[in-house]
């Protein structure tokens, strides 16, 4: 059988380095070393969130951050006529105007806004002394919320900054922040040195503060270059033998092979925004139909139900959110669910200028919020998929899957 090379030269290995000024590197460096150095006290005063991923929704205007936030925030009464109209709810009675990210600690650092522009606006002050743009990437990976529940506090943010200006940002930054990926920023010695030059901190008590009772995510061993590409290899289905594959197996008559034409593909990704390359060339064979590849009372996968698809797994994301489960990112997509409860999502591409082409496959258990990779490529994930149907209708099984409607003979 022809084998495909996905081997794609932007997953793991590559680091896209900030754009940024020397001003602006030193900025980060300092802000790096604030966070380390006073992390027990910014944890303490109870107002360090690590769980807001957008910094617009912050009460506080950059001028408005002064130390004295860092004294544990003031109890109210739930009836006292003073509270101040916006406070958001961490807890019954306790005034969080002032919640703090990452980003927004600068100030206190010694990193002043300078003018009007970033006196009142997070996005001026980031772009301006950081070169840091809200959701972007780099800020993604300082900040997301995903790393509430897989490494948070101030002293963990302080680490992936200074990993940040040292490699620049992973591209598997976010299979990273949702515990699905190696934490290489933990562990590298250059980036503790920078970090510890005259803090003498000891690496495990600190990665293991600030966790609130949560237990620290399973993380994955690295993957060394040479089995990652060897993983890839082993990967026969692709966009060359998609269609040919589903024919000889019996899976699909070519008049059901049906995939999206460019028009429904722009109007996809108008509707749900930039999608890997892999998925999107998938979609283009069989995003309307595969014959009898699944069933779809028992399994959604096609174009026409991702919408169907992404409500339940948003919903059931929700749900365990509130819980112990592991975190969806904002950047995933899902691609499918069965009638088992399990939901695989992708994630969709990072902003430019990285570059991503595929995007591993990872798992919801509806039934324990766990997450979990299942492949490490879409054509990886739909190959399983593939064998699965082929294998079904070798032990001859009666027209063992099939789409509602289908008359593949």
């Known amino acids: 059988m022809t084998r495909f090379n ?5 997953m793991r290995y590559v680091h896209y380095p900030l754009d940024i000024s020397g001003e602006q590197s030193g900025n980060l ?3 790096a070393r604030y966070l380390a150095r006073n992390s027990q006290t910014i944890e303490s005063c109870g107002r360090f969130r690590s769980d807001i991923g957008d910094m617009l929704s912050l009460s506080l205007k950059p001028g408005e951050v002064t130390q004295a936030l860092l004294v544990a925030p003031r109890k109210i009464a739930p009836s006292d006529s003073a509270a101040p109209d916006n406070t958001a709810s961490m807890g019954t009675g306790t005034d969080t105007r002032a919640e703090l990210v990452a980003l927004a600690l600068g100030p206190l650092a010694g990193i002043t806004p300078d003018g009007y522009d970033q006196s009142n606006y997070w996005d001026g002050y980031c772009e301006a002394h950081f070169g840091i743009a809200l959701w972007s990437a780099p800020y993604d990976w300082i900040q997301d919320r995903a790393w509430a529940k897989t490494d948070p506090g101030p002293y963990a943010a302080a680490l992936r900054i200074v990993y940040l200006i040292t490699y620049g940002i992973p591209i598997n930054y976010m299979e990273i922040a949702i515990g699905q990926a190696y934490p290489y920023y933990r562990y590298d010695e250059t980036v503790w040195q920078k970090l510890n030059q005259d803090l003498q901190v000891h690496e495990s008590a600190v990665l293991n503060q600030s966790r609130h009772g949560q237990s ?3 993380w994955p061993p690295p993957i060394r270059a040479r089995e990652w590409h060897a993983r890839y290899r082993s990967i026969w289905l692709g966009y060359g033998n998609l269609a040919h594959t589903l024919e000889t197996s019996g899976i699909a008559h070519p008049d059901t092979i049906r995939g999206l034409s460019d028009e429904e593909s722009s109007d996809l990704i108008a509707t749900w925004g930039a999608m890997p390359q892999s998925y999107l060339q998938v979609l283009s064979i069989i995003g309307h139909d595969a014959g009898r590849l699944v069933n779809d009372i028992k399994m959604l996968i096609y174009a026409d139900q991702l919408e169907r698809i992404n409500a339940l797994g948003r919903l059931v994301a929700s749900k365990w959110e509130c819980k112990d489960g592991d975190p969806v990112p904002d950047r995933a997509l899902f691609v499918g669910v069965n009638e088992r409860g399990h939901y695989w999502f992708i994630l969709k591409p990072p902003p430019a200028p990285m570059k991503r082409r595929d995007s591993a496959v990872f798992l919801l258990d509806g039934n324990t919020g766990r997450i979990s990779q299942v492949a490490i490529s879409v054509w990886e994930w739909l190959q399983a998929i593939v064998e ?13 899957t099939r789409r509602k409607n289908d008359s593949t003979p």
């Open 388 to 400: 699965q149907a082929r294998q079904s209708i070798a032990a001859g099984n009666p027209n063992p």
């Open 216 to 218: 620290a995510p399973s």
């Open 6 to 10: 996905h081997s794609d030269p932007y």
């Open 29 to 31: 460096m300092t802000l």
